[in-house]
């Protein structure tokens, strides 16, 4: 399995958010973070799995509670890829 650290995700998540110096927190979600909106949220998506070969529905995603929570999912699905 390849590794994805948590602040990989992060590095991600600031690209699409243009958020560079923003101290994101694996206990955030979507409301706590500035630029994390729908279309924002579908750009990450197409983005983590670009970086993962991991294949995330904006509709799923959208129900997980934190950073953290996204983490792990991402975690498990590359888990499954082998």
Partial sequence: MQDFPIEELY?????????YDFAFRPDMGAKDVPGWDSLNHSVLMMDIGNATGVDLSPEETAKLPSIGALHA?????????G
């Fill in 73 to 81: 999912l991402i975690l498990e699905r590359m888990a499954q890829l």
């Fill in 11 to 19: 590095r991600i998540m600031s690209e699409v958010f243009m958020q």
